[in-house]
């Protein structure tokens, strides 16, 4: 993935007892929650996590999330979480990658698409805004 990616970011976490489900592998509903660590990491990375993107006067809501379930996730299993920025014009598309720390195996694979809207009239941008481009040190696209 990380070949094509803009900007990567990885975090390691550890599955804990509460994300489980009654059969003992982890909800579902929680992988979006460690793709959300990964992101925020990447993020991180190029100074625009939601403070500063609410700060540039725009809301970035997800209007896409894609999740392929290859492997179940267990208590305590270390995972690594990669996501990275593969799209931003016109979107901001990252893709994530779930593997077995220790083993390297493949578990779970997604993506997420947001876009940019102006909080001020709520109206949607058909280009990535300036502030976004100049955040990855690129040119107006």
Request: charged residues 25%; negative net charge.
């Amino acid at each position: 993935m990380s070949g094509n990616a803009f900007v990567s970011a990885e975090v390691e976490i550890q599955v804990p007892f509460h994300d489980l489900d009654p059969l003992e592998v982890v909800w579902h509903g929680h992988h979006v929650k460690y793709f959300e660590i990964a992101r925020g990491a990447l993020l991180d990375r190029i100074d625009f996590n939601f403070p500063q993107m609410k700060d540039s006067g725009f809301a970035w809501p997800v209007i896409e999330l894609f999740v392929r379930y290859a492997r179940p996730l267990r208590f305590g299993q270390i995972i690594r979480v990669r996501a990275d920025l593969v799209e931003c014009e016109c979107r901001f598309k990252v893709a994530y990658l779930v593997n077995d720390a220790r083993t390297g195996e493949r578990l779970v694979t997604g993506h997420t698409v947001q876009v940019a809207v102006d909080a001020a009239t709520g109206e949607l941008c058909l280009r990535s805004p300036e502030v976004l481009l100049r955040k990855l040190g690129m040119e107006s696209v």
